[in-house]
């Protein structure tokens, strides 16, 4: 392990806020450095190695792998669904150049594995909701799911073609205390906790009966490690592997935070967000993960609810690394 360098893109998104100080911890601080388009938003001890990135800048990507010999590359940075919605152009031109880049730059510099996560929103309106299996119809009417999908092919593609090892996870809505929402469709489950806490109220931006998958983000990070980790000859999905944590729909949260909150009330005001959920599955099926390499969730709704107000009561603001 500690000859490996990683390089991770998008360091102080909602997962790399996570993942970073996750690699970290088992290569070494000097092993993994951090990038993002924005300078760290402190200067503490946390920060530890970082540059300064804009992954559609290929020259500096290729400048950076090369001066300090990067030999794994996780590239997290993504324009979201809802965000993406407000300026399709630039959110397609963001989520495929950069993949475009690292791919190219890992073939010409030999770069060993490569992570790169899709997502739920992959799936469409003719997707089957309930226990949406691996392979299947694939549909997206956003621009993020479109990408996405896009990504999918061109990741299988450059393993088929040029051999470059890498892995993906196909996200659902993920749940964290130590990052504010990044702009999804499914960040309404980041923000009722903090609005809990703060106000004893929410409004949310789905329907009540809207069931989406969702992850906490320590399952999150450790399926994202297990999958890296594992031989290579286990990875039979190379587009993306679905994954899975729980489903719940929005009352069914509220009412599992008024069992730590009871004053906390909640009612909704569905805006255009809605439309999106309405097309994307309910349950996922990820036992193929779960077969080659032996994928399994820890975290459901009452163990992620309990966690997240424990630690969102000690401190509200969002870490960094």
Not at 15 to 33: N, P
Not at 146 to 156: N, V
Not at 282 to 302: C, F, M, N, R, V
Request: hydrophobic share 35%; glycine share 6%.
């Amino acid at each position: 392990m500690s000859k490996d360098k990683i390089l991770i893109v998008g360091a102080l998104g909602q997962i790399g806020t996570e993942l970073t100080l996750a690699l970290r911890k088992m290569y070494g601080d000097s092993c993994v450095m951090a990038t993002d388009i924005v300078e760290p938003r402190n200067l503490k001890n946390e920060v530890g190695w970082y540059e300064h990135l804009n992954i559609l800048d290929k020259d500096r990507l290729r400048y950076l792998v090369e001066k300090h010999k990067i030999t794994q590359v996780y590239l997290l940075a993504a324009i979201l669904s809802a965000k993406g919605e407000q300026n399709p152009g630039f959110a397609w031109r963001l989520n495929m150049e950069s993949l475009a880049n690292v791919l190219n730059v890992s073939v010409e510099k030999n770069i060993r594995k490569i992570f790169w996560p899709s997502s739920i929103a992959v799936f469409g309106p003719n997707t089957p909701r309930q226990n949406t299996p691996q392979t299947t119809v694939a549909d997206p009417l956003t621009v993020y799911g479109i990408s996405k999908l896009a990504g999918e092919r061109w990741a299988e593609y450059y393993h088929l073609t040029k051999g470059v090892d890498i892995r993906s996870l196909r996200y659902p809505g993920l749940i964290s205390y130590k990052a504010l929402p990044g702009g999804g469709t499914t960040d309404y489950a980041v923000d009722i906790f903090h609005q809990a806490l703060e106000h004893k109220k929410y409004t949310c931006f789905l329907n009540e009966g809207t069931y989406l998958p969702m992850m906490y983000m320590p399952d999150a990070i450790r399926s994202t490690l297990e999958l890296m980790e594992a031989d290579s000859d286990k990875i039979k999905i190379r587009s993306s592997y679905n994954l899975s944590g729980m489903s719940f729909e929005p009352g069914e949260l509220a009412r599992e935070i008024q069992k730590h909150i009871p004053e906390f009330v909640m009612d909704y005001k569905a805006d255009f967000r809605q439309g999106i959920a309405d097309n994307w599955p309910q349950s996922i099926d990820d036992s193929q993960a779960t077969q080659d390499w032996g994928w399994k969730p820890e975290y459901d709704l009452a163990r992620m609810t309990e966690d997240m107000i424990y630690n969102l009561s000690k401190t509200k603001l969002p870490q960094v690394v």
